[in-house]
């Protein structure tokens, strides 16, 4: 039932979403093609599921509210995900991408994104494996990562949790060689944020799903914020940052933006 239900909003989101690329606006004449994490990041972006089969939709919060900005704009727009280093590296030089939709913020990318109002916060947890810590790890804030080999994806961020550039073993193209590594005793925990793995369950990828995969809340950090990336090579950046953030701020606070939360997330909460 909670698939099916899923599923149909999901489906009507995306509908409306391809109906409104129709609508012409104050700046018709931008064009920005727009990428994301080939890995998925649900439930703000991911790949349509009907009867459980990903299509090639790309669907989820980010982009119902970018569609959502862009529809009453009249700014034409295309969205793909494929490998998250690559999207970075090529949306940096704004010419074949000008955007990333799921953007969190370090030194590095502020020197070549400017970035949006965020949109969304997330809950960072540190995950483990129970067979290599049967009684848990005993973290009580994030200065305690600098005590266990940390491991992450490809091209993910970790800098917000007082982790270097090179402090975290980031071979792991994906969530699957991440947990293995983890499993296997290479590293002892990765990071992650708990409402994308949530998210990673409800498309039919549970991660979490082995018992031996501990989870907990990293104590004493904030919620991580969210962004439209755009970068500052792309022609139209300054405008079109400025008119994403006028409309996130009319969305914040006329209920807009909560409400495609409620219609695009799988789970109960606001962003």
């Not at 239900?5 to 931008?30: E, T």
């Not at 708990?194 to 991660?207: F, L």
Request: aromatic share 12%; glycine share 10%.
């Amino acid at each position: 039932m909670r698939k099916t239900r899923f599923c149909s909003l999901v489906c009507g989101l995306a509908m409306g979403l391809a109906a409104a690329r129709a609508v012409a606006g104050p700046h018709s004449g931008i064009s920005i093609a727009i990428c994301d994490d080939e890995n998925e990041w649900p439930p703000y972006s991911y790949y349509q599921r009907i009867d459980g089969k990903k299509t090639a939709t790309v669907t989820g919060f980010a982009v119902a509210v970018i569609g959502d900005i862009f529809s009453r704009r009249g700014v034409d727009y295309s969205i793909l995900l494929i490998p998250w280093p690559r999207c970075l590296a090529v949306a940096m030089l704004g010419k074949q991408y000008g955007m990333v939709l799921n953007m969190s913020s370090n030194d590095e990318r502020t020197r070549t994104f400017l970035l949006s109002r965020p949109y969304y916060a997330t809950t960072t947890y540190y995950y483990y494996s129970r067979r290599n810590y049967p009684e848990g790890l005993p973290i009580a804030s994030a200065a305690d990562l600098h005590k266990y080999r940390v491991c992450g994806v490809q091209g993910y961020n970790y800098e917000g949790y007082g982790l270097a550039p090179g402090a975290v073993d980031q071979g792991a193209r994906n969530f699957e060689a991440l947990i293995s590594k983890v499993q296997l005793g290479r590293c002892a925990l990765f990071l992650e944020k708990d409402e994308v793995m949530m998210g990673y369950a409800a498309i039919g990828k549970n991660y979490l799903a082995d018992p031996d995969i501990g989870k907990a809340p990293l104590p004493g950090v904030k919620p991580k914020l969210f962004y439209f990336g755009i970068s500052k090579r792309y022609a139209h950046a300054e405008e079109v940052r400025a008119l994403i953030d006028e409309e996130l701020q009319h969305m914040e606070s006329n209920g807009r933006l909560a409400e495609l939360w409620r219609k695009s997330s799988p789970q109960a909460g606001t962003p």
